[in-house]
């Protein structure tokens, strides 16, 4: 793909309105969810019109040919030259995509991204190719919206694939390499970064190795995490999701190598997969591959049932139906049995190069709905994780102003059976509290120092001051640390 066509092809998307807001407005709210469920009908229906942005909306969305007098109009001077980069196919009087190219956006500008076309419209065959690029997936989404946006030195998108998260980051990153094993990925990430104006570094080479002895700022990486055996026949290993090592291995590795990338005050964010073991606590796995002299967060955020998870990836290969289906699915589901694999787990792991003695891991179980992009809450998290240890008498401690009290018990009832403290933001945690703990948090107003609070509270409740002071002060930390309350 020839990069020099890129300012081109970005200047003809932008005269033609070919934005998400310009592809919302033609497709409207039915035919938009239609194609989020890879149906055409209602958006072919809606861009009959020939502008410019109904025909690239149905050039490279909907994967319909259009007329070439059509495609000359909204894209310049350039069918020629996209047939030749392989954007676009031309046959008599016809041009159809063979690449995806499509509108996205951040809260601050339009962005346009080229991947692989979208398998499977209409119901058409699902089967891509060993090397397929994938475009913007809801992973994709889901590690966007993790990412820290803090202005950093220098950023690494490891498994870059078309280049989405290496965009995010060049927006904040003053320095910014992306690596891929897969050599078309690698063009279509430089492609995407030339399209986008941005410049990424985009490396060659598997996993950590083409930025060997070099630390970064942050890491962000939606590794090819599918838990499998691992051994794949010739040309059934889909590099954008399987790994080629056997089971979690591939993000044991990325957790375990990542701190020596990271440079003091570094984060590494990784989505991924992980092997719930059969009587093993998730955790527990998990905290074995943690590195002890960095701050970690992870955060399991759902549970998926083994043959769910094989039903689920045996269809994204396009198997489903296929003659040896039921052979496939057994061969997968045993080896999960005789892996002792009970589940597996889907989450984000953050690690923190705080360059302290004293570290944090949390490992949380949290299926519930948190607040998009939770990326400020996990910055949250890494600055509140620095203090909670250190929480003492003398300091003065605020609720945060999105804590509420919820109190649960029969009607009609003066005391509550249960209290429960719930953030409305960010992780959106919540905690039950006993009355020691509801009032401690309830007077946290940065006036009275904690010990004082404690104190008074325990006069309150006719209990012994120095026992209280000995079970709440290590609460107190916990609400902190749990960003509940923060030092005022
Ligand atoms: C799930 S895709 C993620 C793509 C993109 N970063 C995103 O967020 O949408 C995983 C990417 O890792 C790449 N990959 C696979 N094996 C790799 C390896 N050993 N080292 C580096 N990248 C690898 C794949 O080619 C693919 O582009």
Not at 4 to 24: E, H, M
Not at 351 to 370: F, I, K, N, Q
Request: charged share 25%.
């Amino acid at each position: 793909m020839d990069a020099a066509l890129a300012p081109s092809l970005r200047a003809a998307l932008v005269a033609a309105g070919f934005t998400v807001d310009g592809v919302a407005e033609v497709l409207g709210p039915r035919a938009h969810d239609a194609l989020l469920r890879n149906e055409t009908a209602p958006g072919l229906a809606r861009t009959r019109g020939g502008s410019p942005v109904e025909v690239l909306v149905r050039l490279f969305l909907l994967q319909t040919s259009v007329p070439l007098a059509d495609a000359e109009r909204a894209l310049p001077g350039l069918v020629d030259r996209l047939a030749v980069a392989g954007l676009l196919d031309q046959s008599v009087g016809e041009v159809v995509a063979r690449l995806d190219c499509r509108p996205y956006a951040t809260e601050e500008e339009d962005l346009w991204v080229v991947s692989d076309l979208t398998p499977g419209l209409d119901g058409g065959p699902q089967r891509v190719g060993p090397d397929h690029v994938l475009g913007i997936s809801p992973a994709s989404t889901s590690l966007a919206q993790l990412t820290l946006r803090e202005e950093v030195g220098s950023a690494l998108d490891l498994g870059t694939g078309c280049g989405v998260q290496a965009l995010h980051l060049a927006r904040h990153a003053g320095r910014v390499v992306a690596t891929d094993v897969n050599a078309r990925a690698l063009a279509v990430a430089r492609f995407n970064a030339a399209l986008n104006e941005v410049e990424v570094d985009v490396r060659d080479g598997s996993f950590f190795a083409p930025v060997r002895g070099e630390r970064f700022d942050l890491v962000a990486t939606n590794p090819p995490f599918v838990i499998s055996p691992g051994r794949f026949g010739r040309d059934e290993r889909l590099v954008y999701r399987d790994s080629g090592l056997p089971g979690d291995e591939v993000v044991e590795h990325v957790v375990r190598r990542a701190p020596d990338h990271l440079a003091p005050g570094g984060w590494c964010q990784v989505l991924a997969n992980w092997v719930v073991e059969r009587g093993r606590s998730w955790d527990d796995r998990l905290a074995g591959w943690l590195p002890a002299e960095h701050d970690a967060l992870v955060v399991q955020r759902e549970v998926l049932d083994p043959a769910a998870y094989v039903e689920l990836w045996l269809k994204d290969a396009g198997r489903h139906g296929a003659p040896d289906y039921l052979e496939r699915y057994d061969t997968w589901l045993s080896w999960f049995d005789d892996q002792g694999i009970e589940a597996v787990g889907f989450g984000w792991v953050n690690l923190h190069h705080t360059g302290e003695a004293a570290v944090r891991h949390d490992l949380l179980s949290w299926p519930y709905d948190v607040e998009q992009p939770i990326a400020e809450a996990v910055g949250q998290w890494g600055r509140a994780a620095r203090v909670a240890d250190g929480v003492g008498p003398g300091d003065h401690l605020v609720v945060r102003p999105d804590v509420v009290q919820e109190t649960h018990g029969p009607v009609g009832v003066a005391d509550p059976e249960t209290i429960v403290l719930r953030q409305q933001r960010g992780f959106r945690r919540a905690r039950t509290a006993d009355t020691v703990e509801a009032a401690l948090v309830g007077a946290c107003d940065g006036d009275l120092p904690l010990g004082a609070i404690l104190d008074a509270v325990a006069q309150l409740l006719d209990a012994d001051p120095e026992q209280t002071r000995a079970t709440y002060l290590p609460v107190a930390r916990d609400l902190v640390a749990e960003g509940f309350l923060s030092p005022s």
